[in-house]
């Protein structure tokens, strides 16, 4: 049985795990041609590696990285979109789905996990499947005099 050493990047240092942007989304660029240059160093001269790997390789890493700059701007273009949309419901009247939480919208706050609005009152709304949005006060229920 053979043991398998644990994996180092080319600088020789070992990846801890640790999070930052990077390490998160994957191998950035300069990350990938540091891997690249010491594959290369390292390989046994007799058995080169193959020019339709090395170029099979830098295609897969090209559409990984396109992928990670879409996904990207993707996120900026909705964040964009939803801070369009919020000047829009300050002033505007919301209810909860279960009629337990209504008042005019004061301030909104956009967050990863979505939007949530906070009341005249202080009460605060995430903005979910089932809430009513209207520009006039909900009708109270009871008698008029």
Do not use: C, R, W
């Not at 053979?2 to 080319?10: L, Y």
């Not at 390989?43 to 990670?68: G, H, R, W, Y």
């Not at 939803?82 to 909860?96: E, F, H, M, N, R």
Request: charge should be negative.
């Amino acid at each position: 049985m053979t043991t398998v050493p644990s994996v180092t990047s080319a600088t020789g240092t070992q990846n801890t795990g640790q999070s930052s942007t990077s390490q998160s989304t994957g191998m950035n660029y300069d990350s990938f041609l540091k891997l690249l240059t010491a594959q290369m160093q390292y390989q046994d001269p007799t058995k080169p590696m193959d020019a339709t790997q090395f170029v099979a390789q830098l295609a897969s890493f090209s559409n990984v990285e396109q992928a990670i700059k879409t996904n990207s701007k993707l996120d900026s273009l909705l964040v964009s979109q939803a801070l369009g949309q919020v000047d829009g419901l300050i002033g505007k009247y919301v209810t909860s789905m279960d009629g337990k939480i209504t008042g005019q919208v004061k301030e909104v706050h956009i967050y990863s996990n979505g939007t949530v609005v906070a009341l005249n009152d202080g009460t605060e709304l995430l903005l979910d499947a089932g809430v009513k949005l209207s520009a006039t006060p909900p009708e109270t229920t009871g008698t008029t005099s």
